[in-house]
Each structure stands twice: as C-alpha cells, then as structure tokens.
C-alpha cells in the first residue's frame, strides 16, 4: 500500500528555494533540482503561472547572482540586516538596509522578501535586479514569513 502524499506548502516551496538560491550550477544543485523536480512531478500543476515558477526554481541562477544569493541565504538563515544595492525597474539605483524575511521564485524570477527600513514596508526585491549586497552584523527584526508570501489562502478573522 502507497502511503498518502501531500502537496508542498508555500513556506516548504519558499524554504527549498531559499536552499537552492546560492548552489548555482555546480554538481550538488543539479542533484537537488532533480530531487525538486521528481517532488513537483506529483503535483497537478494545471496553471501556467504556477508551470514557469517551478521550471525557474528548478534552474540553476547564473554565477554572480548566485553569489549574492548566498549572502543573502546566508543573512535570512542568520537574521542579520543586509545592505543591498539595488537598481528598480525604472533604472534608479538605490541603497537598502532590509531586514530579510524570506526568499521566493515567481513566475521567471527569484525575490528576496524583506522589511525595506528605507521605506519602513515589506518590499519583494528581485535577484537579478540586486547589484551588490552587503552584510551587516546587524541583528534583523523578526517578522514570520508566512505573513508574507503570496498565492495563500488567508485565514477568515
């Protein structure tokens, strides 16, 4: 008898991808994007949205993003502030303090979720839009990711 099989939570998904952010192309990520794809191969998947977000999870992040994905895996794992360099859709380059939250893959992209100290909200920072991070020592305010991830259900008051 087949013991029963459950789908991944948005949180699993967001916590793999934070896992996977920072392996790049090397030999252990090609393994474990193997192992997530044989997971999401159980999954029903009649969205096209929901599609191209896992086939994004599940490729490797060129070298240099994936680099600064450490650092950012590294300060989410660690609750510690980082500094991002960060250029908008619009091409303006700012300077970030972010506590991070959580990262997530969406559609084509991958996010960092953190509260923005600059603009005192949550904000969804894209990797590939990161020019540079930094690390600080700074410890993070703790926020639960779960409040800030999307395509969930909400809970009725």
Known sequence: MKAPTRSLTTAEIAALALS?????AGPQSVTARRGLRHAFDHLEVDDD???TTLDTLTAPLPAEVAARARVIAEAVTGRLVIRLHYRDAGGHVSV?????VTCLVHRDHWYLVGMCRLRGAIR???FDRVIAVEPTMTPA???LAERFLPFQRRKAA
Not at 20 to 24: D, P, T
């Open 49 to 51: 949205v929901v599609a």
């Open 141 to 143: 305010r703790p926020h």
């Open 96 to 100: 970030r303090e972010v506590d991070p």
């Open 124 to 126: 969804a920072f894209r």
């Open 20 to 24: 996977l952010a920072h392996l790049g």
